[in-house]
Structure formats: structure tokens, C-alpha cells
């Protein structure tokens, strides 16, 4: 059972499956974009060519998330990794402390980063629960004198995702939207930050997109690189220093097929179907289980066991053999993980829980 082509599902949690059609398009220009003579590799990020990639790029974003003209779109590198001690460092002159939401390892991670640089006020934490749920957005301790509040929207590892926007009591709300952005509709306007490594339901690795409301600048420390510099970028339309030109090129592709789709709502309505489809099973079975409640399940990303967790390497390598790949769960957490971003098809979705009943037929 495998895609066409030869193609695997491939429920990698990233660097993950790009759209097909997209992979297609880019081969059919690797060598010759357009007739310039030249792969998109090969381009200056000054050229005319590259300008004009970069620019339809930037726009279709815009117009398939809605962002607000107040907001810098910006193509940086060094991952989200480097967006938690960038974030700090752009936001927080003049202020002591931040607010963090600690909702699992990305979290976590993006709490000790920030660490270095000023006091990190966790305002909840869904430790208690082994980050199996979201605290109760009424018991939060938000600080009010902080720089910001910071949040995790889809936790890529726990499988955790918030269904709403938290309430910053009037503070800039930041938010890593590494696994999620793009998956279902955001109301930009309502956070200071957004970022999202891109590997995951964007394009290839290498680039990071920082959404940025310009109120914001200015309050940077002097000693942040230039390069990440959220003002400084903004100034430079991204190319202050050369930008990730090829997975520019390649998000791209993956904005235009989004608005063939029919955009956000379209392939929001797509990604909620898939996810239901994979929890009803996960949950009309005594064999298999997840572990998050209910109501913080994430779209994206769905981990899961067998049992009691003793036949998982024997569901993995079946799983392999059947053309469904990388389900293997966080090294972290171990049991299975699915990670069904936009560009897992349906069908490997229908392809998993075919595999999943069978499996489970045989082992009971
Ligand atoms: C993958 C991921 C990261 C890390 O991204 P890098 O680009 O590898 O630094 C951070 N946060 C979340 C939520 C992720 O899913």
C-alpha cells in the first residue's frame, strides 16, 4: 500500500511531506526558472527573478492568514530554536520579566532560552497533568508589568493544542506557531509575534517566519545580531544579509497550492476531518489510546499507543512495510506519533486507519 509514484505517507513531525504537486513544480524548475536560464538556487537574492519569488511570496502569506498592514512578514533562518532567544531579545528592553505558558517540551525549551536573558514568570503550567491539558485559562497568573506573554498554540511533541487565543490582559501575546500555522484560521491582529520554523507545515528547513506587529520595535537590546533584529529585517525587506532563498521559493509553491485549495478555512476544514476521523478511531477501540483530553487535541499531530505499549515496535515495522512511514513517536515519549499537516493527503490518513484495524484484528 503505498502513494503513487512510489511516494510513502509520510507522517514525519519534521522536516515533514510536502505537497506533491509542489515537489513536482520544483523539479520541473530546478535547472531553469522561468526561462531566465538559471535554478532559483543559483539566483542573487538581489535579482529581478528572486525579488519577484520573494515578493509573491510575502503577499500570498498575507492574504491567506490575513495579516494586518501594521505587520512585518519576515523570511529569517536559524529555526524557532533561535526564535526563543531572539524573541527576548527583541521585546524585552526596559523590562524584567516575561510571561510563559508552559504547556510541554517546546514550552519548556523556549522558557530556558529565554531564562538567560530575563526573569520568566510561568503563568501556568500543564505539568500536573503530565501535559496531557491546557490549565484553565481563569486560574492563569498573568503578570502585567511583563514584557509579554508567551505560548506554545500546538505542542509538536505532546499533541497538545490550544482551540483558542488566550486572553494577554493587554500585553503583546507571542506565540511559536512552529506546528500549526497555516492548519486553520488565526486572527493575526491579536498577537505581538508569531514564528514558525518552517519544516513542518510551511516548507523546508532553513527558514523561519516571524510575523511582527511594528509597534513593537524599539524595544531591543543593543546586543541582539542585526540579523535577527526584527526592525532592522523589516527595513530590509528580509535581506539585510541573504536570506533562506530556496525554502523562500519552495513556502512559496506551498502558499500558491494553499489558495488553489480554496485557502485557510478550506484546508482547515480538510485538517479537522482528518484529525476526527484518526481520535474516533483511536478512541472506539480498548487496544489503542491517546492520552490528551479531549478538548486539547491537537489537528496536527496525534500520538497514540497499542496496548500496553508492548506490540509498538512491532505496529511500526508493519507500518513501514505497508508504505506508511516515520510513525515512530518522539524519542522523548516513545509509542507512535502521527503528524498530519496540511500536506498529508486524506487517503494516508484512511491509509493509517486501515493498517491501524487490521493491526489491531491480529493482535486481540
Ligand atoms: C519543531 C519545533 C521547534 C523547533 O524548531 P527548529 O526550527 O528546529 O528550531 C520549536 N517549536 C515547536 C512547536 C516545534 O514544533
Redesign the pocket.
Known amino acids: 500500500m503505498t502513494a503513487v509514484n512510489g511516494r510513502v505517507f509520510n507522517f514525519s513531525?519534521?522536516p515533514a511531506a510536502l505537497p506533491e504537486v509542489v515537489l513536482q513544480q520544483a523539479a520541473d524548475e530546478m535547472t531553469n526558472w522561468r526561462g531566465c536560464g538559471a535554478g532559483v538556487m543559483e539566483l542573487s537574492h538581489r535579482s529581478r527573478e528572486f525579488v519577484s519569488i520573494a515578493e509573491q511570496a510575502e503577499a500570498d502569506l498575507r492574504e491567506l492568514l490575513g495579516v494586518p498592514d501594521n505587520y512585518s512578514v519576515l523570511f529569517l533562518q536559524g529555526?524557532?530554536?533561535?526564535q526563543f532567544g531572539f524573541v527576548p531579545l527583541n521585546l524585552s528592553r526596559g523590562f524584567a520579566d516575561a510571561n510563559y505558558v508552559n504547556t510541554g517540551q517546546?514550552s519548556k525549551?523556549a522558557i530556558t532560552q529565554a531564562s538567560n536573558y530575563l526573569n520568566v514568570h510561568v503563568a501556568a503550567t500543564g505539568e500536573e497533568s503530565g501535559f496531557c491539558h491546557i490549565p484553565d485559562e481563569s486560574a492563569w497568573s498573568v503578570n502585567p508589568d511583563a514584557a509579554y506573554l508567551h505560548y506554545?498554540p500546538?505542542?509538536?511533541i505532546g499533541g497538545v493544542e490550544f482551540g483558542f487565543v488566550p486572553d494577554s490582559a493587554g500585553l503583546p501575546l507571542v506565540a511559536?506557531m512552529?506546528?500549526t500555522l497555516l492548519s486553520r484560521p488565526v486572527d493575526v491582529s491579536r498577537f505581538g509575534v508569531i514564528y514558525a520554523?518552517a519544516?513542518?507545515n510551511i516548507g523546508p528547513?532553513g527558514l523561519?517566519v516571524v510575523i511582527v506587529n511594528r509597534d513593537l520595535f524599539g524595544r531591543a537590546h543593543d546586543i541582539l545580531p542585526d540579523a535577527f533584529n526584527y526592525e532592522s529585517q523589516d527595513k530590509a525587506g528580509s535581506m539585510l544579509n541573504t536570506p533562506p532563498t530556496y525554502s523562500w521559493y519552495i513556502a512559496g509553491l506551498v502558499f500558491n497550492w494553499l489558495k488553489s485549495l480554496g485557502g485557510i478555512d478550506a484546508i482547515a476544514a480538510i485538517n479537522e476531518r482528518k484529525a476526527n476521523k484518526l481520535y474516533d478511531v483511536i478512541d472506539g477501540s480498548d487496544y489503542y489510546s491517546n492520552p490528551v483530553k479531549k478538548d486539547c487535541r491537537s489537528w496536527m499531530n496525534i500520538p497514540f499507543i497499542c496496548g500496553d505499549g508492548s506490540a509498538d515496535d512491532a505496529f511500526l515495522s508493519g507500518a513501514t512495510e505497508a508504505g506508511l512511514h516515520t510513525l515512530k513517536g518522539h524519542r522523548s515519549v516513545g509509542g507512535m506519533r502521527a503528524s498530519i499537516y496540511n500536506a498529508m493527503p486524506e487517503e494516508g490518513v484512511d491509509a493509517l486507519i486501515s493498517y491501524m484495524q487490521e493491526f489491531e484484528r491480529t493482535r486481540t
Do not use: F
Open positions: 513531525a519534521g529555526g524557532a530554536t533561535g517546546w525549551k506554545t500546538n505542542e509538536t511559536d512552529s506546528s520554523g519544516q513542518k528547513s523561519t
